[in-house]
């Protein structure tokens, strides 16, 4: 996991409700944390399918004898989400510095991960499989979504804007350690979700919700974490933002023939 990224901690969901006061008058005061998250995942039950657009970039320096170099890559992503059975398409494309982009595409299903790249198809070992599903099945589900939020409901704070409401939590330096719990959730296994938490320096997070329907409409996800990396120390910044709508719309995913024949 660590090769291909070990915190897909990619995003969802904030949300509320609206009612009458006594008297006629509208209801303007926020629903708690808990009671907001619980709404939220009760109406992920019938959000069945959906198309999210993300934009990520990430910071990277390494500090070494020679000094510290830094690295910056952008990404722009369009992933398309069917939620039972978990099945996923991506396509995706990455600047790095002032390199020429890189384009890849990539499906998730009960056969495999499939990924195009360099002009090749491969398929993922299936030994990545269960942890890449795991992860996947976390950030696209806004009930598991949900439950995650809940380890750190300290942290949570509730806000609203416009036809939007909106859950924030932020966690730096000792706090961190909370977090714990909030990764055993993501990962299928305890030894990967302590690698993550041992090198998280900050996290800040943000989901927004539609008011009327509690269906995810967005996200925000700072990330910083720091390593030792074959003796040279790493700093990597995390921010990526994301769009979500088209909900129900996606019907079937299809695995191109020429990737179900590449070889692992």
């Known amino acids: 996991m660590k090769k291909w990224g070990k915190g897909m901690l990619a995003a969802l969901i904030a949300v509320s409700l609206t009612?009458?006061?006594?008297?006629?008058?509208?209801?303007?005061?926020?629903?708690?944390?808990?009671?907001?998250?619980?709404?939220?995942?009760?109406?992920?039950?019938?959000?069945?399918?959906?198309?999210?657009?993300?934009?990520?970039?990430?910071?990277t320096e390494i500090s070494a004898d020679i000094g510290v170099k830094e690295i910056i890559s952008e990404t722009a992503t369009t992933s398309e989400y069917i939620l039972n059975p978990l099945q996923l398409h991506?396509?995706?494309?990455?600047?790095?510095?002032?390199?020429q982009p890189m384009d890849a595409e990539s499906y998730?299903?009960?056969?495999?991960?499939?990924?195009?790249?360099?002009?090749?198809?491969r398929k993922m070992p299936d030994t990545m499989l269960e942890d890449l599903k795991f992860a996947a099945e976390v950030q696209s589900s806004p009930v598991q979504r949900m439950e995650q939020l809940k380890t750190i409901l300290p942290y949570?704070?509730?806000?609203?804007?416009?036809?939007?409401?909106?859950?924030?939590a932020h966690l730096s330096g000792e706090e961190t350690k909370e977090l714990e719990n909030f990764y055993k959730l993501q990962y299928s296994s305890d030894n990967l979700a302590g690698e993550q938490l041992a090198l998280v320096?900050?996290?800040?997070?943000?989901?927004?919700?539609?008011?009327?329907?509690?269906?995810?409409?967005?996200?925000?996800?700072?990330?910083?974490?720091?390593?030792?990396?074959?003796?040279?120390?790493?700093?990597?910044?995390?921010?990526?933002?994301?769009?979500?709508?088209?909900?129900?719309?996606?019907?079937?995913?299809?695995i191109p023939e020429e990737a179900l024949k590449a070889a692992e």
């Open 90 to 99: 991506q396509t995706g494309s990455t600047i790095v510095d002032d390199k």
């Open 201 to 254: 320096k900050s996290l800040s997070l943000e989901y927004r919700v539609n008011k009327q329907t509690y269906w995810p409409t967005g996200t925000v996800e700072e990330l910083v974490t720091e390593e030792q990396l074959e003796g040279e120390g790493t700093y990597r910044e995390v921010k990526q933002t994301t769009s979500i709508g088209q909900y129900n719309t996606v019907k079937e995913i299809v």
């Open 19 to 59: 009612g009458c006061a006594d008297g006629g008058k509208p209801d303007t005061k926020l629903p708690d944390a808990e009671e907001l998250i619980d709404r939220i995942a009760e109406a992920g039950s019938g959000l069945n399918s959906y198309v999210q657009e993300s934009q990520s970039k990430i910071t």
């Open 156 to 168: 949570v704070n509730v806000s609203q804007e416009g036809d939007e409401y909106v859950l924030s």
């Open 108 to 121: 998730l299903t009960d056969s495999g991960y499939y990924m195009y790249y360099n002009g090749f198809w």
